[in-house]
């Protein structure tokens, strides 16, 4: 394999300018929502609301004020984790969903058959079905461009750097430094989330720096895999099956077995 | 600490991590699927053990048990099929694509192992309602009278027996087996689905055996009623413990569909029909059908509410709305 390649989001340096979904909107050939025609969310600047089979990128706006003037906006570019450990590839039943030579995670358009197990097992709802190909889609980390040895289109339009794209091993290092550095300057709040490839899903090809809870960005806490419940959802329908097998033989031959003892009853009556 | 991170610690924070996933979207042809899997699992299963431990006058509710199962697991065959966005590749659950004609089975995907089941379950399942029509004089082939001999019988009957406890059960274990809100936060509702499975079965066949030229004898019909009972006491158990076990996200509960659990699920469709068993003294100026007639259709409504709460309780939670302007 490749070397691991992905993405690292500062999100203290993100502007909102959207320049991200708009470059990934447009070399991927995303169609608009609601076929074209505006409609307002309502929600802060942002329009995209969720990732799904048709936004590969969204920005998230936090406002996090008191008062006017008095509180902080908190932006961030959120994508497909790209997880060591997927829960997406884990349930998909068909195959489609593969991981990449670059350690990323793709999914088949040609394979995938909607089936959607996949959407409900993403513990970062990133999966969604686009109503063109009705197939199961999301970010493919640009594997068309990474396969050309291009940058993905949205790392490669943001102006700031908040999206920087590259070996993981080598983004690591530059967070940690980004980090430390911001610690240095008094933003203590900072830390990385998704970066410990001893953490949960086994790290994130695309982690994040942060600056407060994960929950006000949209994350999960302790992302899961979904598999890790199915050893215990399998014992207890195992044991539960037992019961109902148990019941089933004795209440349904039970009266059979009556018959049987009274038979025998009265064969001994018959007898003395 | 920020004044949203405030609020979110004194709301004691978010219920779960699952609340930031999205719905699968698996609604008007998932809710029969589960709810018609269930009862042609549970009704090979019965007429299994009433194939084994029974008596000949058993045979019209065996016959129709395993009538039932092939039914049924057709039917369940076409609901999956319908519900794929590209139903023309449904085929791809089984065969890779890519490498035609290898399977492909992932044994940690309950999905994938469901797919497997069910066409399994739905052989077995048809070859044994073809031996009962054949036997039944029904049709007028010869060969199935094999499928019931002493070496057919038994391998059929226990491994659509096990099969149908499977296919009853597993609906279960993949909603816990992903990360949405309910569904992946209870390892509890493999069990809940199995019991209601086998229940509405009985209910299914005691309906079934009390109808038509062929009637099923009392004592046969009291079994199965007594046995849906104890299933309907288990059931009741097992939902208890699965609401226990969601910890916070019981919350979500305190709802629409919190209301039709209680009312349609436990009132409707456990502690109706159990009155009607253990007290039909109680019903019987009010009602003109037999009682155990009334509680077996109870059970089915009862069964399929489950099945329908379980879902649209999850489903209709959309994303944790922190991601937003707040």
Redesign the interface.
């Given at each position: 394999m490749a070397e691991a390649l992905g993405f690292f989001t500062d999100t203290t340096i993100c502007i909102g300018c959207k320049a991200c979904e708009v470059a990934c909107k447009n070399w991927n050939q995303l169609p608009a929502a609601h076929g074209g025609m505006g409609e307002m969310?309502g929600?802060?600047y942002?329009n995209t609301?969720?990732l799904?089979g048709i936004n590969w990128r969204h920005v998230?706006?936090?406002?996090?004020f008191?008062a006017p003037y008095d509180?902080?906006w908190l932006m961030m570019s959120d994508v497909c984790k790209h997880c060591v450990q997927a829960?997406c590839l884990?349930?998909?039943?068909?195959?489609?969903i593969i991981r990449t030579e670059f350690d990323t995670v793709v999914i088949?358009s040609?394979?995938?058959?909607?089936?959607?197990?996949c959407?409900?097992?993403?513990?970062?709802?990133?999966?969604?079905?686009n109503d063109v190909s009705?197939?199961?889609q999301k970010c493919t980390l640009c594997y068309d461009r990474l396969s050309a040895g291009l940058e993905p289109a949205c790392s490669k339009a943001c102006p700031t750097d908040s999206i920087q794209f590259g070996p993981i091993v080598e983004l690591r290092e530059r967070a940690q430094r980004r980090v430390a550095q911001l610690h240095g300057q008094g933003e203590q709040r900072a830390y990385l989330y998704g970066a410990d490839p001893d953490g949960p899903l086994g790290g994130l090809n695309a982690f994040y720096l942060l600056v407060?809870?994960p929950?006000?960005?949209?994350?999960?806490?302790?992302?899961?895999l979904?598999?890790f419940?199915?050893a215990?959802?399998?014992a207890?329908?195992t044991?539960?099956?037992l019961?109902?097998?148990v019941?089933?033989?004795v209440?349904?031959?039970?009266?059979?077995m009556d018959e049987i003892a009274a038979g025998k009853a009265d064969a001994e009556e018959a007898r003395t | 600490m920020?004044?949203?991170?405030a609020a979110?610690q004194a709301a004691g924070?978010?219920p779960s991590?699952?609340?930031?996933?999205?719905?699968?979207?698996?609604t008007w042809f998932i809710i029969p699927y589960f709810f018609v899997g269930g009862i042609a699992g549970g009704a090979f299963?019965?007429s299994a053990?009433?194939d084994f431990?029974?008596?000949p006058e058993d045979r019209p509710v065996i016959r129709w048990g395993y009538y039932v199962a092939a039914i049924g697991a057709g039917l369940s065959g076409l609901l999956l099929i319908v519900?794929?966005?590209?139903?023309l590749?449904?085929w791809?659950?089984l065969i890779?694509?890519?490498e035609f004609p290898a399977p492909?089975l992932?044994l940690?995907?309950?999905?994938?192992v469901g797919?497997w089941a069910l066409l399994l379950f739905g052989a077995v399942a048809t070859a044994m309602a073809i031996a009962v029509l054949a036997e039944n004089e029904r049709i007028r082939w010869r060969w199935p009278a094999a499928l019931r001999g002493p070496v057919l019988l038994p391998v059929l009957a226990i491994a659509g027996?096990l099969l149908g406890?499977?296919f009853?059960?597993?609906t279960?274990?993949l909603l816990?087996?992903?990360?949405?809100p309910i569904?992946?936060d209870s390892?509890?509702?493999?069990?809940l689905f199995?019991?209601s499975g086998?229940s509405t079965a009985a209910a299914t066949l005691l309906l079934l055996g009390s109808t038509g030229d062929e009637r099923a004898p009392a004592?046969v019909t009291?079994?199965?009623s007594?046995?849906d009972s104890?299933?309907l006491l288990?059931e009741l158990v097992?939902l208890a413990a699965f609401l226990v076990s969601l910890g916070p996200v019981v919350a979500r509960w305190l709802s629409l569909w919190g209301a039709l659990l209680l009312v349609g699920v436990v009132g409707l469709g456990i502690l109706v029909p159990l009155a009607l068993h253990y007290r039909p003294e109680w019903f019987r100026d009010r009602l003109t059908a037999p009682p155990a007639l009334t509680a077996a259709v109870l059970v089915l409504v009862g069964g399929f509410l489950l099945r329908a709460v379980v879902i649209l309780a999850s489903e209709t939670v959309e994303?944790?709305p922190?991601?937003?302007?707040?």
């Open positions: 969310s929600h802060s942002d609301l969720e799904n998230t706006f936090v406002e996090q008191d509180g902080r829960g884990e349930v998909c039943p068909t195959g489609a088949q040609d394979v995938c058959n909607g089936c959607r197990a959407i409900p097992a993403c513990p970062f709802g990133v999966i969604g079905i009705n197939t199961a407060d809870e929950e006000v960005y949209g994350l999960p806490r302790e992302p899961k979904p598999s419940r199915i215990a959802a399998s207890w329908s044991v539960t099956a019961v109902v097998g019941l089933g033989v209440g349904l031959r039970k009266r059979r | 920020t004044a949203l991170s979110l924070g978010v991590d699952t609340y930031f996933t999205q719905p699968a979207d698996w299963f019965i053990v009433l431990f029974g008596r519900d794929l966005n590209r139903p590749r449904f791809h659950m890779r694509s890519e492909i992932k940690w995907s309950p999905i994938s797919s027996a406890l499977f009853a059960s597993y279960g274990v816990s087996v992903t990360n949405r569904w992946g390892t509890l509702i493999g069990p199995v019991v086998v004592d009291h079994r199965l007594d046995y104890w299933l288990l097992v994303l944790f922190f991601s937003g302007s707040m």
